[in-house]
């Protein structure tokens, strides 16, 4: 049963970087046919998707984040990192890291997630 955690400061100054790291257990994160994504949850909002990686490593991003964001992996540590640069108090949110069959925008599609970590932008 693959596992999941998120890890990450739990405070970000405004205008700072966000970085964020899933550490996986129980299957690689290279393996055909898997992808993986970061998810968020702001308070009293939807679920949104912010980006995901391949199992080749192929990436994609939302729209709405893509000049901010950055997805990347550490195959040999089975790790995968979210940055999220420049954040603002609407950032505020929990984050998910999550594993999918496919690649999709769809954030409920993502079936194993995180128990998610919650990160406030603020001074």
């Known amino acids: 049963q693959v596992q999941l955690q998120e890890s990450g400061p739990g405070l970000v100054n405004p205008s700072q970087t966000l970085s964020l790291t899933c550490s996986v257990s129980?299957?690689?994160?290279?393996?055909?046919?898997?992808?993986w994504a970061w998810l968020r949850q702001p308070p009293g909002k939807a679920l949104e998707w912010i980006a995901y990686?391949?199992?080749?490593?192929?990436?994609q991003y939302s729209p709405t984040l893509r000049s901010r964001t950055s997805i990347s992996r550490d195959t040999s540590n089975n790790q995968f990192s979210l940055e999220l640069s420049s954040v603002i108090p609407e950032d505020t949110a929990v984050y998910y890291c999550?594993?999918?069959?496919?690649?999709?925008?769809?954030?409920?599609?993502?079936?194993?997630r995180g128990q998610g970590t919650q990160v406030t932008v603020s001074s």
């Open positions: 999550a594993r999918g069959d496919y690649g999709t925008s769809d954030p409920h599609t993502w079936t194993y």
């Open positions: 129980g299957g690689s994160i290279s393996v055909h046919p898997y992808y």
């Open positions: 990686i391949g199992y080749s490593g192929n990436t």
